[in-house]
């Protein structure tokens, strides 16, 4: 103890300098800038990042708002120097595209994640890798199906045409599965109330749907058309209700049967990779891409399955949540 | 010492030994969720308080903060905590090691793997996740690594992955979920370690609970059977 204490002083400032100096290279070559918006979900998902990124990076996080600046986050990429940005929510992309612009920086690489339509929001942008929030109708029904005792052939789904582009890419992947998508187009410029009631009834009515896919889309799903149209035109209906809300699966409600979304934990550890993979190629995006969500939270009104379609007890153990 | 002042004592220490006795923590990625599991091998485990883990950081995180007695975990993860020493493994068709298998929907060649992109679940932390595939696989492919084993099957569907790799008894459960045209391709000499029951100290009472978990438990647990 001594000896420390009485060391010679230039041998602390040596010391100092280099721990001081090995801390600050590890902060400068793993540094990640994180523009999120505050809340739960979101504090998940950059857990999943460095729980996954492990120790040797350094997440600097920045709560967005609306209020937030585009100055304001440029002084904290300032400050952060990192070696990418990660991008959550539609309001941090939107400041990580506009810093950037006013930076003249488009050598640091982004991911976006956690945002409506992240393929669209970054279509044009470089340098930039993302994941698309909105769940595939094929990871879906994947899930429904190893519950169900009955075969899924085919699913409607109830769209504006604005949507035509994602409906196509899930047609694409449900090809796969052995499951056709049938959609029903509404022009974006529709009467709401009037179009999703004549395409539901078109749906309901047909003996070949299996199951409906109700899709997070304001203009057909709030409170007013819930009550007004969906609940009255899907009472009776024998066939699962898929939603991607979860208060829309509780059982006293008798709308969704099965409800999937996304689990932002492992989204964050998705993203993780996307970093990771930008690192391997030298902290640049060498495959510009929008991947799909891989993971997500199922949650099952076992109430309402029963009362429509055999489940299968033995699977019960995949869901995450089951509502009696 | 009088019996009713060695009471609070005997009390206590009794105590500490039931709370540092019979503390279980338990990682093994399945389909089952970690509350099914663990509701499951608790009602098995009577006397031993069973933890199941979904998340790998938090079951290494809580290895180091609040140390359990005795760890279920795959034999790769196992081993990095040299303070838990193995006292059972688990057996499928008699081995502890199972045949490594990749499911692919277009054909796998061996020799292209090290270009390939190869989804896998994390049972180690990422860095090392590397070295694992290598010594199972026999080269390096880009990993794509997932969370849960549900996360493995959409890999493919997205075409993230040209392959994901498994165990052979995680195969019929994968191919069982899906419609589409997969391809299995067994890993030449390619072993994956099943899962195994460390401690740190004496676990006789745990190794013989452990033998008497039925057909449905072991089965959650990627196994058939236990060997020495």
Request: hydrophobic share 45%; net charge neutral.
């Amino acid at each position: 103890m001594d000896q420390v204490k009485h060391a010679p002083t230039w041998i602390v400032a040596v010391a100092t300098a280099f721990l001081g100096a090995a801390a600050f290279g590890q902060d400068e070559s793993k540094r990640i800038l994180v523009l999120h918006p505050a809340g739960p979900s979101f504090d998940d998902a950059k857990k999943g990042i460095q729980e996954t990124l492990g120790d040797g990076y350094d997440l600097k996080g920045l709560v967005v708002t609306k209020e937030t600046s585009v100055e304001e986050v440029q002084k904290a990429w300032k400050e952060a120097a990192p070696k990418v940005v990660v991008a959550m929510d539609n309001r941090g992309v939107a400041l990580f595209k506009d810093a950037r612009v006013k930076m003249s920086d488009s050598v640091t690489p982004g991911v976006a994640l956690m945002g409506v339509r992240i393929d669209a929001t970054i279509r044009d942008v470089q340098n930039v890798v993302g994941i698309n929030y909105e769940i595939p109708a094929v990871t879906t029904i994947v899930n429904l199906r190893s519950l169900l005792s009955n075969p899924i052939k085919k699913i409607g789904v109830v769209h504006r045409a604005s949507m035509d582009d994602m409906i196509r890419k899930n047609a694409e992947f449900c090809a796969q599965e052995n499951v056709e998508i049938v959609g029903i187009r509404v022009p974006d410029d529709a009467d709401a109330k009037s179009a999703l009631n004549d395409a539901l009834k078109e749906l309901t009515k047909r003996s070949d749907i299996d199951v409906l896919l109700v899709i997070n889309d304001n203009f057909f799903l709030n409170a007013k058309l819930v009550k007004e149209v969906w609940l009255p035109r899907l009472s009776g209906w024998k066939h699962p209700v898929v939603v991607g809300v979860e208060s829309l699966v509780k059982p006293e409600l008798k709308f969704g049967t099965f409800a999937v979304l996304p689990d932002n934990y492992a989204l964050g550890a998705q993203a993780a990779g996307l970093v990771q993979e930008i690192e391997d190629a030298g902290w640049k995006v060498e495959d510009p891409k929008v991947d799909q969500p891989l993971s997500v939270i199922k949650t099952l009104n076992l109430r309402g399955m029963k009362s429509c379609c055999g489940v299968q007890q033995d699977k019960l153990g995949e869901v995450d949540k089951v509502l009696e | 010492m009088k019996l009713h002042r060695a009471v609070p004592w005997l009390a206590a220490a009794f105590l500490a030994a039931q709370a540092s006795a019979d503390k279980i923590y338990v990682f093994f990625p399945s389909m089952a969720k970690p509350n099914v599991v663990q509701a499951a091998l608790q009602a098995k485990l009577s006397g031993h308080e069973v933890t199941v883990f979904g998340r790998l950081a938090d079951f290494t995180t809580m290895i180091k903060q609040t140390p359990p007695d005795a760890i279920l975990a795959p034999k790769a993860l196992a081993e990095q905590f040299p303070d838990f020493k193995v006292f059972l493994k688990g057996a499928r068709n008699g081995g502890a090691l199972e045949p490594a298998v990749l499911i692919s929907t277009k054909p796998v060649v061996a020799d292209a793997l090290a270009t390939a992109n190869v989804g896998v679940v994390g049972v180690l932390e990422r860095p090392a996740m590397n070295g694992y595939v290598k010594s199972v696989v026999g080269s390096q492919p880009k990993l794509k690594i997932v969370t849960k084993v549900e996360d493995l099957l959409p890999l493919l569907t997205f075409g993230s992955a040209d392959a994901i790799l498994v165990g052979e008894g995680q195969v019929d459960e994968i191919k069982g979920r899906s419609q589409a045209a997969l391809q299995t391709t067994d890993v030449a000499n390619g072993k994956i370690g099943l899962l195994v029951a460390s401690a740190k100290g004496d676990a006789s009472k745990l190794e013989a609970a452990l033998k008497t978990l039925g057909t449905a438990e072991k089965k959650m647990l990627g196994v058939d059977s236990w060997i020495k």
